[in-house]
């Protein structure tokens, strides 16, 4: 049996009936160049690593525990929709992602947001059909590019003074 972590609606004050939480398992990839919507990763990525949501790469926890700078970073999951769900609204809702998100269903952009610090949610189903579907969310972060807030992320290799090590993707 797989254990999810962070199993709970994220809202209880506004939990729904329907849900489903996509913590746990997702392929992954570090795109250090930046270079994966160039090489379309969205469709056609070399994923070579599993990494556990919503963990970030730099946490242990994540399985991952890189804790130098990546550019980009790019994650996939399948998920499953019956027609029942599909006909309801299924919307996508991520907690955060740090700090440039760009989501995409069976290799269609369906979202963009830009910044890491809020919740966002879009709607997927007019992209999604019966059986499996496949859900691939990049996040870029460069906080040393000074395009964006750090807020009291190092933007050195190690953390240092109050600044802590980076929190990168979802």
Same mark, same amino acid.
């Given at each position: 049996?797989t254990t999810i972590p962070r199993p709970e609606f994220p809202e209880p004050m506004?939990?729904?009936?329907?849900?489903?939480?996509?913590?746990?398992?997702?392929?992954?990839?570090?795109?250090?160049?930046?270079?994966?919507?160039?090489?379309?990763f969205e469709t056609a990525a070399p994923f070579d690593r599993q990494i556990t949501?919503?963990?970030?790469?730099?946490?242990?926890?994540?399985?991952?525990g890189n804790v130098d700078f990546m550019a980009a970073v790019w994650y996939r999951?399948?998920?499953?929709?019956?027609?029942?769900?599909?006909? @309801?609204?299924?919307?996508?809702?991520?907690?955060?992602? #740090?700090? !440039?998100?760009?989501?995409?269903?069976? /290799?269609? =952009?369906?979202?963009?947001?830009?910044?890491?610090?809020?919740?966002?949610?879009?709607?997927?189903?007019?992209?999604?059909?019966?059986? @499996?579907?496949?859900?691939?969310?990049?996040?870029?972060? #460069?906080? !040393?590019?000074?395009?964006?807030?750090? /807020?009291? =992320?190092?933007?050195?290799?190690?953390?240092?003074?109050?600044?802590?090590?980076?929190?990168?993707?979802?």
């Amino acid at each position: 049996m797989t254990t999810i972590p962070r199993p709970e609606f994220p809202e209880p004050m506004m939990q729904r009936a329907q849900w489903q939480n996509l913590n746990g398992q997702w392929d992954f990839l570090i795109d250090a160049a930046d270079s994966g919507r160039d090489r379309h990763f969205e469709t056609a990525a070399p994923f070579d690593r599993q990494i556990t949501v919503p963990y970030p790469p730099e946490s242990t926890l994540s399985g991952i525990g890189n804790v130098d700078f990546m550019a980009a970073v790019w994650y996939r999951r399948t998920i499953t929709v019956t027609a029942a769900q599909l006909a @309801d609204t299924v919307r996508l809702h991520f907690g955060a992602v #740090d700090y !440039r998100a760009t989501v995409f269903v069976n /290799g269609v =952009q369906v979202a963009e947001h830009t910044g890491g610090f809020v919740p966002f949610a879009c709607d997927i189903q007019a992209q999604l059909h019966e059986g @499996d579907n496949t859900l691939v969310v990049c996040a870029q972060d #460069d906080v !040393r590019s000074g395009k964006q807030p750090g /807020g009291k =992320q190092s933007h050195l290799y190690q953390s240092h003074g109050c600044d802590y090590t980076r929190t990168t993707g979802i």
